[in-house]
């Protein structure tokens, strides 16, 4: 009897041991990380799971004894490797929720902003200084997207500026430049279909393209959201009584990289495919990137009587109805000023 009795005696404090080292291993797995901001880390591909706990602990990210890690990997963790990829950890996150989002490969979201107003050239340096972006883009690339624009149903891309849609965009670490506008591209071919399809009648436009091409005249133009509509009313009046639009950003654009940030008259009588002080109609190709609402307002114009506008100063402008009560707009906001 003493002897069954020491048996179950042993066997009972041997499960006691088992389930104090089970409960121990766990415990010391959901420990919190040593992290007190948002830390970034890189699953490296081939790296096993062993591997990226070793670096979390070189890093100073646990202090979790060895022997434990071995043990809390080789029976408790997830049976699939962890995958490669970038990864946020976040203050409070243990090393076993860490794990799993490496085993289910919930890679770290980055963002970039593809600002509207901007020009083709300006999203590039954009692409390209951010450090998770693998840029890539060339003539190639350039060449490629161009090809897949939607020529038949929305008209010819002449370029790629202003084909894609102003937004912020998430990726993936070392997403490809590339990748990204494309993406962009086809919410742009997404977008701009949806807004054609419910125009105001009687545009003086003729094609999804060329309600582009305002949209992107609108966008350098409008300081104050909310003018948007009123703007492109300006615009849509002075292409249906075959005004000149005389918007200087056209002439700008026209003038490239050797714009001095100074606009002057000469600027304006400078003959470029874009100024608009010299030809008649749209300029060939947006002049920058446009985001919805300027799309949204070159399709939806307001309905106004004004013909004209010149900015106060502000960020907005003062609208007028004729030349003569423009001309004293100017006066007031622009020459009087100066004085």
């Given at each position: 009897?003493?002897?069954?009795?020491?048996?179950?005696?042993?066997?009972?404090?041997?499960?006691?041991?088992?389930?104090?080292?089970?409960?121990?291993?766990?415990?010391?797995?959901?420990?919190?990380?040593?992290?007190?901001?948002?830390?970034?880390?890189?699953?490296?591909?081939?790296?096993?799971?062993?591997?990226?706990?070793?670096?979390?602990?070189?890093?100073?990210?646990?202090?979790?004894?060895?022997?434990?890690?071995?043990?809390?990997?080789?029976?408790?963790?997830?049976?699939?490797?962890?995958?490669?990829?970038?990864?946020?950890?976040?203050?409070?996150?243990?090393?076993?929720?860490?794990?799993?989002?490496?085993?289910?490969?919930?890679?770290?979201?980055?963002?970039?902003?593809?600002?509207?107003?901007?020009?083709?050239?300006?999203?590039?340096?954009?692409?390209?200084?951010?450090?998770?972006?693998d840029f890539d883009v060339d003539d190639t690339q350039i060449a490629q997207m161009l090809s897949e624009?939607?020529?038949?149903?929305?008209?010819?891309?002449?370029?790629?500026?202003?084909?894609?849609?102003?937004?912020?965009?998430?990726?993936?670490?070392?997403?490809?430049?590339?990748?990204?506008?494309?993406?962009?591209?086809?919410?742009?071919?997404?977008?701009?279909?949806?807004?054609?399809?419910?125009?105001?009648?009687?545009?003086?436009?003729?094609?999804?393209?060329?309600?582009?091409?305002?949209?992107?005249?609108?966008?350098?133009?409008?300081?104050?959201?909310?003018?948007?509509?009123?703007?492109?009313?300006?615009?849509?009046?002075?292409?249906?009584?075959?005004?000149?639009?005389?918007?200087?950003?056209?002439?700008?654009?026209?003038?490239?990289?050797?714009?001095?940030?100074?606009?002057?008259?000469?600027?304006?009588?400078?003959?470029?495919?874009?100024?608009?002080?010299?030809?008649?109609?749209?300029?060939?190709?947006?002049?920058?990137?446009?985001?919805?609402?300027?799309?949204?307002?070159?399709?939806?114009?307001?309905?106004?009587?004004?013909?004209?506008?010149?900015?106060?100063?502000?960020?907005?402008?003062?609208?007028?109805?004729?030349l003569e009560d423009h001309n004293s707009a100017v006066y007031q906001y622009q020459i009087k000023k100066?004085?």
């Amino acid at each position: 009897m003493r002897l069954l009795i020491s048996f179950v005696f042993l066997v009972l404090l041997a499960i006691g041991v088992v389930l104090g080292g089970v409960f121990f291993v766990n415990n010391e797995a959901k420990r919190p990380l040593e992290i007190s901001s948002p830390t970034l880390v890189s699953v490296t591909p081939g790296q096993a799971g062993s591997q990226v706990v070793s670096e979390l602990k070189a890093n100073g990210y646990t202090q979790i004894h060895p022997v434990v890690i071995k043990i809390w990997l080789k029976f408790f963790a997830p049976a699939s490797g962890p995958k490669a990829g970038t990864y946020q950890l976040t203050p409070g996150m243990s090393l076993q929720q860490a794990y799993q989002h490496f085993v289910q490969g919930e890679e770290y979201q980055f963002d970039v902003s593809l600002i509207e107003g901007l020009t083709f050239r300006q999203w590039l340096e954009i692409l390209r200084s951010h450090d998770f972006i693998d840029f890539d883009v060339d003539d190639t690339q350039i060449a490629q997207m161009l090809s897949e624009w939607p020529t038949a149903e929305f008209g010819e891309a002449r370029s790629p500026e202003g084909i894609f849609l102003a937004d912020t965009y998430h990726f993936t670490a070392n997403t490809s430049a590339s990748v990204i506008l494309h993406r962009a591209m086809l919410a742009m071919t997404d977008y701009l279909r949806s807004a054609w399809a419910a125009r105001a009648v009687d545009l003086p436009i003729s094609s999804p393209y060329e309600a582009l091409i305002l949209a992107s005249i609108i966008e350098k133009e409008t300081g104050v959201a909310s003018e948007r509509p009123k703007i492109a009313g300006v615009f849509v009046n002075r292409l249906n009584s075959k005004m000149r639009l005389q918007t200087d950003p056209t002439v700008i654009y026209g003038i490239g990289e050797n714009f001095d940030g100074n606009i002057t008259r000469a600027h304006l009588k400078q003959k470029t495919p874009y100024n608009t002080y010299v030809i008649h109609g749209l300029p060939p190709t947006p002049i920058a990137m446009a985001g919805k609402p300027a799309i949204d307002a070159a399709l939806q114009p307001l309905q106004t009587d004004a013909l004209y506008f010149v900015s106060r100063g502000d960020g907005t402008h003062q609208f007028s109805t004729n030349l003569e009560d423009h001309n004293s707009a100017v006066y007031q906001y622009q020459i009087k000023k100066q004085d």
